[in-house]
């Protein structure tokens, strides 16, 4: 199974400023791979797929790059909605797979 | 647009079988190119897909959990269900059904999870 590693595990920011999270799979899985956002108290919500296309409705300040073993969903100018926890999932193998997460935390 | 809500006890005792349904609205069920999954979150931890059925009743699962998981389709009722045996603490988690559309991919949307907790 592919293992999936997300860094750092809490990311503290200032409202306005950007945020950076990294996603590293075990070996490689293309561009197979999406993100998702998480508040508590509800499901997950599909940001990303593809490494780098967001999903409908999503805002641009949410981008996604990457491919092989290597990706990066950055935040541009933090908003107050995008405090939580984010998380990605390879569907290049059997079974999918998700990061343990990566909180996005109010500096 | 579609939508999807879990169902089903919150408690269940160790080495029963827990059970869940899906209610599924804003599409048919068994409509071509549907994949409906099982993803469950322990409390405070990550996420864990637990396996899909097509909308023709083919079935995948993750081999962590492949000996003690069904899941089925109810297509009278517009609904899947998880049957998972055996149940220990390990399995209390948060349980969540999604869809994915075209390809067993990625996950979207997904049902606000309901919460099974294993204990005498």
């Known amino acids: 199974e592919i293992l999936m590693t997300q860094s750092p595990a809490t990311l503290s920011v200032s409202p306005g400023e950007g945020a950076t999270l990294s996603c590293r799979a075990s070996e490689s899985v293309s561009s197979n791979l999406a993100w998702y956002q998480q508040k508590p108290g509800q499901a997950p919500r599909l940001l990303i797929y593809?490494?780098?296309t967001r999903a409908t409705g999503i805002p641009t300040r949410f981008s996604g790059i990457g491919s092989g073993t290597e990706f990066t969903l950055t935040i541009s100018s933090l908003q107050s909605e995008d405090f939580a926890v984010y998380y990605c999932q390879q569907y290049n193998n059997w079974p999918r797979t998700f990061g343990q997460g990566t909180k996005v935390e109010i500096k | 647009q579609v939508q999807l809500r879990e169902s089903g006890p919150g408690l269940v005792k160790p080495s029963q079988t827990l059970s869940l349904t899906c209610s599924v609205s804003g599409v048919t069920i068994s409509s071509f190119g549907n994949f409906w999954s099982w993803i469950r979150q322990h409390p405070g931890k990550g996420l864990e897909w637990i396996g899909y059925?097509?909308?023709?009743?083919?079935?995948y699962y993750n081999p962590s959990l492949k000996s003690r998981v069904i899941i089925s389709l109810d297509t009278s009722r517009n609904l899947f269900s998880l049957r998972l045996s055996s149940v220990t603490a390990a399995d209390t988690a948060m349980y969540y059904c999604?869809?994915?559309?075209?390809?067993?991919?990625?996950?979207?949307?997904w049902g606000q999870g309901t919460l099974v907790t294993v204990s005498s």
């Open positions: 999604a869809r994915s559309s075209g390809q067993p991919n990625w996950f979207d949307p």
């Open positions: 593809g490494a780098s």
């Open positions: 059925i097509y909308y023709s009743g083919s079935t």
